[in-house]
């Protein structure tokens, strides 16, 4: 802790030093969790599940939620369970008897350390919201959330970069601060992607803002790359070109509607998600005030 005496010089304060260095929020993981119901699209997980966890050295754990008095369908569930699992070359998985989907694959997800939920969504329904068990997760476990859209798919080049979607608000300090764990986890680089939403913006204003990102961010040991997205009709509109297959996976922030379920309407990870050809590490975030 910095101190003084009467007659010392004071430490500068942070204003005079400008903004503090990103925190680095710690990634460990030993079991990538995917929900399975027995669709094909359910399995479109698998194959970003098989990838994040030879890259983190983790186990691949399948689990299907079925209702306690439902002893056909638990049968079934098993043997499609020990099927996949051998298939995919996973390591553990699990039926679990309860009549609540969410409450059932939250307490998978959050029994023990370690432990990072990745599952097939459509990314959209009739409510604007990211799929019912998807935003269970988000609302329930408060963790990130590995979400894989109809276009996303595992990208697998080595030098494919991640990428964090930043929107100048506080809340970056907890999206990039996770992005940066995970870019050094998977040992990548990082770009720091932010939109001009507003045609006719500030863009020099936004392109100091992602410098000043990146300033932050060194002494990390991620190397960190900036880019300002112009003449965008929306964030959607300018976030979904440039994360293309050149990208390995896009972080984003999405809040949550505590007690309620869905995401914030108008929520931007619900269109991104729905259309992003790479999956998305969704940080859950509270809602604003």
Do not use: K
């Amino acid at each position: 802790m910095a101190s003084f005496a009467i007659g010392d010089t004071p430490s500068p304060t942070e204003s005079d030093r400008g903004p503090a260095p990103f925190g680095v929020a710690p990634v460990a993981v030993r079991h990538v969790v995917v929900p399975l119901d027995g669709s094909p699209f359910a399995e479109r997980a698998l194959p970003v599940a098989a990838w994040l966890a030879a890259a983190v050295g983790a186990g691949v754990h399948l689990v299907e939620v079925i209702p306690p008095g439902d002893d056909e369908g638990a049968e079934t569930a098993t043997r499609y369970l020990d099927s996949t699992c051998r298939h995919h070359h996973g390591t553990s998985w699990d039926v679990v008897r309860q009549d609540e989907v969410g409450d059932a694959l939250a307490a998978e997800v959050t029994r023990s350390g370690g432990r990072l939920a990745c599952l097939a969504t459509h990314g959209r329904g009739r409510s604007p919201t990211i799929g019912s068990v998807a935003v269970s997760l988000l609302e329930r476990s408060r963790e990130p959330l590995m979400l894989v859209g109809p276009a996303a798919r595992a990208v697998t080049a080595s030098d494919a970069p991640l990428a964090v979607a930043v929107d100048r608000t506080p809340h970056d300090d907890v999206v990039v601060g996770v992005a940066l764990g995970w870019a050094a986890l998977l040992a990548r680089h990082l770009d720091i992607v932010t939109v001009d939403d507003e045609r006719g913006g500030d863009v020099p204003e936004l392109e100091r803002y992602v410098r000043s990102v990146e300033a932050r961010s060194r002494g990390c040991g991620v190397t960190v790359g900036t880019r300002v997205v112009r003449d965008a009709i929306d964030v959607r509109d300018g976030l979904v070109p440039v994360l293309d297959r050149t990208s390995a996976l896009v972080v984003l922030g999405s809040h949550v509607h505590p007690g309620h379920g869905p995401l914030a309407p108008g929520s931007h990870a619900v269109s991104i998600v729905h259309n992003v050809a790479v999956p998305a590490l969704v940080v859950p975030l509270p809602l604003a005030g």
